[in-house]
T-cell receptor, first 115, second 114 residues
Framework: KAGVTQTPRYLIKTRGQQVTLSCSPISGHRSVSWYQQTPGQGLQFLFEYFSETQRNKGNFPGRFSGRQFSNSRSEMNVSTLELGDSALYLC??????????????FGEGSRLTVL | AQSVTQLGSHVSVSEGALVLLRCNYSSSVPPYLFWYVQYPNQGLQLLLKYTSAATLVKGINGFEAEFKKSETSFHLTKPSAHMSDAAEYFCAVSASGGYNKLIFGAGTRLAVHP
């Protein structure tokens, strides 16, 4: 069974640009979550999608958005990039419908560098 | 509100020695607790989880953790460290009503030396 696939793995952008990151969950998983990982703030929850609906959102500005498609693939978008957006963005999928078991399967991440 | 504190951002042990990584939590509801491991340039992998069944939880790669409600702790242990255990370890708690929202600790980087 293929794991969680994130693309691109690495990207470099300049301030003010926007970026779209993609995540393909494990086949059959309908929940997709996104996390931001930085040395200073650690791992922080961005949002979670289930059946194309955002069902939870973290404490990030509106520049951060996401969506999920009918095939469960998800994208997240960051507009008007700032230097502080440089981070590893991790996508995780889960087979759990209730959402409380916390058994997340993570991709290898997309490393974004903002210059 | 839930929170997690990991004591010690870096831990160094000798190969074959006991590994002890400390985690304390705060939760207003019975917590679901997890340990994840992250190897360099990779995503996170679930080591083990506590979901209110047995208080001693066994995970992959010989790791185990004990849930102690009185101490609000969920420390991770392994009797004998192996070089391949070198990685960063994260303790996490499931946010109440948070579906698949996990609140992570700051992480502990484990170094294993010969």
């Amino acid at each position: 069974k293929a794991g969680v696939t994130q693309t691109p793995r690495y990207l470099i952008k300049t301030r003010g640009q926007q970026v779209t990151l993609s995540c393909s969950p494990i086949s059959g998983h309908r929940s997709v979550s996104w996390y931001q990982q930085t040395p200073g703030q650690g791992l922080q929850f961005l949002f979670e999608y289930f059946s194309e609906t955002q069902r939870n959102k973290g404490n990030f500005p509106g520049r951060f958005s996401g969506r999920q498609f009918s095939n469960s693939r998800s994208e997240m978008n960051v507009s008007t990039l700032e230097l502080g957006d440089s981070a590893l963005y991790l996508c995780a999928s889960s087979p759990d419908l209730s959402g409380r078991t916390g058994e997340l399967f993570f991709g290898e991440g997309s490393r974004l560098t903002v210059l | 509100a839930q929170s997690v504190t990991q004591l010690g951002s870096h831990v160094s042990v000798s190969e074959g020695a006991l590994v002890l990584l400390r985690c304390n939590y705060s939760s207003s509801v019975p917590p679901y607790l997890f340990w994840y491991v992250q190897y360099p340039n990779q995503g996170l992998q679930l080591l083990l989880k506590y979901t209110s069944a047995a208080t001693l939880v066994k995970g992959i790669n010989g790791f185990e953790a004990e849930f102690k409600k009185s101490e609000t702790s969920f420390h991770l242990t392994k009797p004998s460290a192996h070089m391949s255990d070198a990685a960063e370890y994260f303790c996490a708690v499931s946010a109440s009503g948070g579906y698949n929202k996990l609140i992570f600790g700051a992480g502990t980087r484990l170094a294993v030396h010969p």
